[in-house]
């Protein structure tokens, strides 16, 4: 027991005579107990066996009764009730063993007093069969009850918490990825920016480019054709115009450099060639000998008098 007067530890003796708030504290344990071994299920269906202090199942009761001056009697453990002669009656019921109660109970009271004493208190105590006893007997089927249900819990909550680690992990999974989608998200971002956004412009101004320079291929083709087409006549031209070359120094209709010229069919210069047959398919004269050969007969000629100064037969 130990007493309190006004919030400070006294003696019993101290509290005689005197006044104030009185508060007394009980403790009572069961000291019967010894060390036995003890198996149980962890929840997990693994057996376990630890040593345990098992007591001698005890149920007791610690009854006091407060003279007339103690008032405003308070308690939250004890059945209190009037004893008929203006003094309270105070009860606490215990059990002292386990898992129902407790090898240890503590428990007691406040009151106001003047001309204070310690009253007496009295415990009395027995053992008893929990598996016997009426008293017990419900509780103990309902904590051997509740034994197996929390076997049960325990291994759901050891399933849950095994899916909560997965879940933590897919969820770290998560978050990794969105960082890596967010960082290719910034890459995406940098690189239309930085480089397609550039070079689409660019493919932009190089179709412009291909358009422009497509329109004048057509222009070209276009003219290239009108220019292949004045070709082909001045080609037919030129093969008339060949005929009259087979007797370029004929005094009656000599040829001159311009119809020499413009037979498009001789090469340049062919120096082995024949001018008595300077067309000859097989060896024909170049431009070079038939302007040469031309020239030499129209010299002749001119010095000879058959032609004027003016190129016109006498």
Not at 122 to 147: M, N, Q, R
Not at 181 to 208: H, R, Y
Not at 242 to 261: F, I
Request: glycine share 14%.
């Amino acid at each position: 027991m130990t007493y309190k007067l006004d919030g400070k530890t006294v003696q019993p003796h101290d509290v005689v005579g005197k006044a104030g708030r009185l508060e007394v504290h009980y403790k009572v344990q069961n000291v019967t107990g010894k060390d036995q071994d003890v198996t149980y299920n962890d929840g997990t269906g693994t057996l376990i066996t630890e040593t345990q202090k098992v007591v001698i199942p005890m149920v007791g009761s610690l009854t006091t009764v407060l003279p007339s001056n103690f008032v405003d009697v308070t308690s939250k453990e004890a059945n209190i009730a009037g004893d008929g002669r203006g003094q309270t009656m105070m009860t606490y019921n215990m059990t002292l063993f386990g898992p129902i109660g407790s090898p240890t109970s503590e428990f007691g009271y406040s009151a106001k007093i003047t001309d204070g004493a310690i009253p007496d208190a009295t415990i009395s105590a027995l053992p008893v069969s929990p598996l016997d006893s009426p008293s017990f007997k419900g509780g103990a089927a309902s904590y051997k009850s509740g034994a197996a249900s929390g076997v049960t819990l325990t291994s759901g909550a050891t399933k849950i918490d095994a899916n909560v680690l997965k879940l933590r992990d897919g969820a770290q999974t998560l978050l990794a990825g969105l960082i890596q989608l967010s960082d290719g998200a910034t890459k995406l971002n940098t690189g239309l920016a930085g480089d397609a956004a550039p070079g689409a412009a660019k493919l932009a101004v190089g179709a412009g480019t291909a358009a422009s320079g497509a329109n004048d291929l057509a222009n070209g083709i276009t003219t290239a054709r009108d220019g292949s087409a004045k070709i082909t006549g001045g080609l037919g031209t030129a093969s008339s115009g060949a005929g009259d070359l087979a007797d370029p120094s004929n005094p009656a209709n000599p040829c001159g450099v311009k119809q020499g010229l413009a037979s498009v069919t001789l090469g340049v210069s062919n120096p082995g060639c024949s001018l008595a047959d300077p067309t000859n398919a097989a060896n024909p004269c170049g431009i070079k000998q038939i302007v040469d050969y031309v020239g030499g007969k129209l010299t002749t000629a001119s010095a000879t008098g058959e032609i004027s100064p003016r190129g016109v037969a006498r």
